[in-house]
């Protein structure tokens, strides 16, 4: 998986309850990546970093905020989770976006569920 | 916005049938044609494209982009029971702020009898 880790690997949680995923890399990448993963969706994008403390929306990041303080640790947090958030997130990293190199590596998912 | 449609968006083959995949996008500055494969856990890379006509490949699976009609196709020969995943198509904006991110299809679900 590329150095990448993604904790926890299962979670069940409440509705209303805060959540934080963490993505881990030992690859010294600089960019990371969150998505969420759906049935008949796709992989859609939450959240990305180009940098340690940068960071941008992606396409579906209504309820969900990040954190990036060092190189190697993204982290996402739903701050009161729904079940809507019920989902497999993944973690990816890439070393840059130039052509050549504009590669994503992703984690191994983790799994979400929301009751 | 940057949109890919994959399909079919699920098939059933035999082993040793050949197979072919598609992608058609809509990107405002592309970059990169990226295919995936996914089986259990994480998407695992396969090809990156940025030139039309230029056929990547390896061993039985291989790809080729069309940057006129805006396609790519992953064919996949001989195929094997362990071919059976999810194949994910994915492009790249070369946008300014777009800082290299990937849009996806919707994956094509391959299962491949013995």
């Known amino acids: 998986d590329a150095g990448i880790t993604q904790s926890p690997r299962h979670k069940v949680t409440e509705t209303g309850t805060p959540v934080t995923l963490r993505c881990h890399q030992t690859e010294n990448h600089r960019y990371m990546y969150w998505y969420r993963q759906d049935p008949g969706h796709g992989l859609r994008l939450i959240h990305y970093?180009?940098?340690?403390?940068?960071?941008d929306k992606g396409e579906v990041s209504d309820g969900y905020s990040v954190s990036r303080s060092k190189t190697e640790d993204f982290l996402l947090t739903l701050e009161s989770a729904t079940s809507s958030q019920t989902s497999v997130y993944f973690c990816?990293?890439?070393?840059?976006?130039?052509?050549?190199?504009?590669?994503?590596?992703f984690g191994a998912g983790t799994r979400l569920s929301v009751l | 916005e940057d949109k890919v449609v994959q399909s079919p968006l699920s098939l059933v083959v035999h082993e040793g049938d050949t197979v072919t995949l598609n992608c058609s996008y809509e990107v405002t500055n592309f970059r990169s044609l990226l295919w995936y494969k996914q089986e259990k856990k994480a998407p695992t890379f396969l090809f990156m494209l940025?030139?039309?006509?230029i056929e990547k490949k390896s061993g039985r699976l291989s790809s080729i982009l069309d940057k006129k009609e805006l396609f790519s196709i992953l064919n996949i020969t001989a195929t094997q029971t362990g071919d059976s995943a999810i194949y994910l198509c994915?492009?790249?904006?070369?946008?300014?702020?777009?800082?290299?991110?990937?849009?996806f299809g919707q994956g094509t679900i391959l299962t491949v009898h013995p």
């Open positions: 970093s180009y940098g340690v403390k940068d960071t």
């Open positions: 994915a492009v790249s904006n070369a946008g300014g702020t777009s800082y290299g991110k990937l849009t």
């Open positions: 940025t030139s039309s006509g």
């Open positions: 990816a990293i890439s070393e840059s976006v130039i052509t050549g190199s504009n590669i994503q590596y």
